[in-house]
């Protein structure tokens, strides 16, 4: 990649990145509504780890 093409590139990130700062007060609020079901999919994590913890006493 050269030097050219990183240049522009950081420069469409710093403009995306202004963007998104501009935008954040309204993009954020969906987020706590996306972050729910995290919890549930968390949950089946346990299991295995219970498992091999009654498989070793231990």
């Known amino acids: 990649m050269s ?6 590139i950081s420069e469409q990130l710093s ?3 202004c963007e ?3 935008v954040k007060p309204h993009t954020l609020h969906p987020t ?4 729910h079901p995290t919890p549930y999919t968390l949950h089946p994590t346990p299991y295995p780890h219970e ?8």
């Open 3 to 8: 030097s050219y093409q990183l240049s522009v």
């Open 15 to 17: 403009v995306i990145r």
């Open 20 to 22: 998104f700062l501009s």
């Open 32 to 35: 706590p509504h996306t972050l």
């Open 51 to 58: 498992k091999l913890f009654a498989a070793n006493p231990n």
